[in-house]
């Protein structure tokens, strides 16, 4: 039997995953629930093939994790077979903790973002497997003495951002995202233990901001997907006061069990559980169960509209929208479905959406120069980078 198994992936061929440990963990239900889970949230609705999942994209990172490793020792770099490991364990399980269509109910089936549910599982993990995940677990947390081992997990160079902009556009089309991450990977080495990009990859790095900004707009915040994404949020904000309200819409009883529970990370046994029963499939029974339902109009008329993509209409502007349109459509939406204001902000939602393509003086990308010196992107002559936060405005409602 070979010493690993063989998987193949349509972006970067074969994979190895090395027998043991590593398939163990990748054969645990936790992990193996990633593949009901979308990568994209709502983007299929704009790009129909986005229809990846996050186990697609923990198979990627975990690949050029790989190779990064290899890159970083050819190149003289010490790493242990404990620390490459533990780097590899960690980008595996980096997602492990997301729930269902990923970011777009990030915080609202759970008070906490998937980091943090992420850290939860890997130290139940850990014990589970008798600490052979501790390494993987103080890279995750950012806390090991190698700070470069914990930046190709997190930070604005990382495996994470180097897979999901290579998975990204390539199943949504978006060609603006195409990267150089074999060229960046091979251009990466170490500096007083600090991750580094040489000075000969500036332009595939510059390559790669540039892609980051493009897509975030192209398609993380798509304004379609934006509102899909905003009616998936109203509908579910409905059914968790219809719930509370001592309602029992038809809906999964692990989802209407979870909306009752507070979510303490330090007490997790209440509401883990039945968060790690959740994924794509719940949400979507729940929505065609509830579309059906003659017991309330507002949580019937959003479940609908989502499932056969009868979305809202959205305004995206620089400046914010002005109090008395959104009110204008609150009156209207009120009038047609017959509401009251308050029912009828269910559909009339407005808010603001941002993305910061490059962060300055926070957890910097470095170039290793051609005379030694380390510089902080920022400070490097001639840069493209964009470092502003981009600010914009939404105001989603239905057509009437």
């Not at 979305?311 to 459509?329: A, M, V």
């Not at 992107?377 to 502003?388: C, I, W």
Request: aromatic share 10%; with cysteine; charged share 25%.
């Amino acid at each position: 039997m070979k010493p690993y198994k063989i998987v193949n992936d349509p972006i970067y061929g074969f994979i190895s995953v090395p027998r043991g440990l590593f398939l163990d963990v990748l054969d645990h239900p936790w992990v193996q629930r990633l593949r009901r889970i979308s990568q994209l949230g709502c983007s299929h609705l704009v790009y129909p093939g986005a229809m990846h999942t996050r186990f697609h994209h923990a198979m990627g990172a975990f690949h050029l994790m790989q190779n990064a490793l290899n890159v970083l020792e050819s190149k003289g770099t010490e790493i242990t077979e404990s620390e490459k490991e533990g780097a590899r364990l960690a980008i595996l399980l980096h997602d492990v903790g997301h729930g269902p269509y990923s970011h777009a109910l990030e915080g609202h089936l759970v008070n906490l973002s998937h980091e943090s549910i992420s850290r939860v599982l890997i130290e139940k993990l850990n014990e589970e497997f008798d600490g052979r995940l501790s390494t993987a677990l103080e890279i995750f947390k950012g806390q090991y003495h190698k700070p470069f081992l914990n930046q190709l997990v997190a930070s604005q160079l990382d495996m994470d951002r180097m897979d999901y902009l290579s998975r990204d556009s390539f199943y949504t089309g978006v060609a603006e995202g195409v990267i150089s991450y074999d060229r960046i990977t091979l251009m990466l080495n170490t500096s007083q233990n600090q991750l580094v990009i040489e000075e000969k990859g500036i332009y595939s790095l510059e390559k790669f901001l540039t892609a980051r900004k493009l897509m975030y707009w192209q398609v993380y915040l798509h304004k379609t997907a934006v509102a899909a994404e905003k009616m998936l949020l109203s509908w579910l904000k409905r059914l968790k006061y219809l719930i509370t309200n001592g309602n029992q819409p038809p809906v999964c009883p692990h989802l209407a069990k979870l909306l009752n529970l507070d979510s303490d990370p330090k007490n997790p046994g209440p509401w883990l559980d039945e968060f790690l029963q959740m994924d794509d499939i719940n949400i979507l029974y729940s929505l065609k169960e509830s579309s059906k339902w003659k017991g309330d109009f507002i949580l019937r008329e959003l479940a609908e509209r989502f499932l056969n993509r009868r979305l809202f209409k959205i305004e995206l502007s620089d400046e914010p929208t002005e109090k008395g349109r959104i009110s204008q459509k609150i009156n209207n939406t009120a009038e047609v479905f017959g509401l009251t204001q308050e029912e009828a902000q269910y559909f009339v939602i407005s808010g603001e959406e941002s993305n910061t393509a490059y962060r300055i003086h926070r957890d910097e990308i470095l170039i290793l120069k051609k005379d030694g010196a380390v510089v902080p992107y920022s400070e490097f002559p001639n840069q493209l980078y964009s470092s502003g936060k981009v600010i914009k405005h939404y105001l989603t409602y239905p057509q009437l």
